[in-house]
C-alpha cells in the first residue's frame, strides 16, 4: 500500500510541473483511439454481419474441403456481404470468413480458392485476436513512432506468412498474385477501419506480388534508425572534435604585441634584388 500510495509522488516529480498536460493529452489521445477501435467493432458485428448471406451451395463444399487441405481445426463460415471490399476474417472462436459478392463473379474459382486459403491462413494463425491485442497497444502508445513503424512490420510479415500459405495450398503463386491483383481491380475505397480484421488486400500489395512472382529479391525498406545513421555519426564527429579542441591547452598570451621587421622576412629560394 505504501509503494502504491508513494507512486504518483515519484510520477509527478520525474515528469515536472507539466505532468497534469501530459497525462491530459494522453488521456485524449487513447480515449480517441479507444472510440475509433469501438467503431470498427460496431461495423464488423453490426452491418457486416447483418448483410451477411450465404454462398452457392456448390461453394459451401470447396470452401469445407480448403478448410481440411488448410489444417483448420475449427469449424469456419463462409458468407457474402455487400459491406465489405475485400476477403476479411471476422472472429476468433466463430470465425466468419466475408467475400464480397463482385468476387464471387469477377474472379476465376481458382483464383477465388487461392484467397480463401489465405484467409484460412488467418484463421489457423488466430489473427483476429492479435489484431485486436495489436490495436490496443497502438492505442495506449500512440504517441511512440516506433510503435507505429512496428505495429506496420508486424502486419506486413503477417500477411507474408499467410501469402506463402496460400501459395502452398494452391501450388500456382502465379495464380494467387493474379488474384489479388484482380481482387484490387474490385476496390473502389478502402472501408476496414484501423486493419482490425484480417483481410487479403492488406500490407503492400506491389510488394506482395514482387515477393511472391521473385522470392530471392527483396526491397525492404530501412528502418527508420538506419536512415538517422548518417546525421547521428556527423552529430558524435562534431561532438568528439568540440571536446578536443576545447581539451588542447591554450598558449599565454604576449604581455605586449610585438613589432616584425617585414623587411628582413625572406622567402626560401627567393633571388636577391
Not at 510541473?17 to 494522453?26: C, E, R
Not at 477465388?112 to 497497444?137: S, W
Not at 562534431?238 to 588542447?248: E, N
Request: proline share 9%.
Amino acid at each position: 500500500g505504501q509503494a502504491l500510495s508513494g507512486w504518483m509522488p515519484r510520477l509527478r516529480e520525474l515528469l515536472g510541473p507539466g505532468s497534469p498536460g501530459v497525462f491530459l493529452a494522453w488521456i485524449l489521445g487513447f480515449s480517441l483511439r479507444v472510440v475509433q477501435l469501438g467503431r470498427a467493432m460496431a461495423w464488423l458485428y453490426g452491418p457486416c454481419l447483418v448483410s451477411l448471406r450465404p454462398p452457392p451451395t456448390p461453394w459451401l463444399s470447396r470452401f469445407e474441403a480448403l478448410r481440411v487441405r488448410s489444417r483448420v481445426r475449427i469449424p469456419v463460415r463462409l458468407g457474402l456481404s455487400d459491406q465489405v471490399d475485400s476477403l476479411v476474417v471476422l472472429g476468433w472462436l466463430k470465425p466468419v470468413v466475408l467475400v464480397p459478392a463482385a468476387a464471387l463473379l469477377a474472379l476465376s474459382p481458382e483464383g477465388l480458392e487461392a484467397l480463401l486459403a489465405h484467409e484460412l491462413a488467418h484463421v489457423r494463425r488466430g489473427d483476429f485476436f492479435a489484431n485486436i491485442l495489436q490495436a490496443f497497444a497502438e492505442a495506449l502508445l500512440f504517441y511512440h513512432p516506433a510503435v507505429w513503424w512496428l505495429s506496420r512490420r508486424i502486419r506486413q510479415e503477417r500477411e507474408h506468412c499467410c501469402d506463402d500459405a496460400a501459395v502452398q495450398v494452391c501450388g500456382d503463386p502465379i495464380l494467387y498474385a493474379s488474384a489479388l491483383a484482380g481482387l484490387e481491380e474490385l476496390r473502389i475505397q478502402p472501408k476496414l477501419v484501423l486493419d482490425l480484421a484480417p483481410a487479403a488486400s492488406g500490407g503492400n500489395l506491389m510488394f506482395r506480388i514482387q515477393r511472391l512472382l521473385r522470392p530471392h529479391i527483396t526491397h525492404d525498406t530501412p528502418a527508420p534508425l538506419a536512415a538517422f545513421l548518417p546525421t547521428l555519426l556527423l552529430v558524435v564527429a562534431l561532438g568528439a572534435a568540440t571536446l578536443s579542441a576545447s581539451g588542447t591547452p591554450k598558449s599565454a598570451p604576449a604581455s605586449a604585441p610585438v613589432e616584425m621587421a617585414f623587411s628582413k622576412i625572406r622567402v626560401k629560394h627567393q633571388p636577391d634584388a
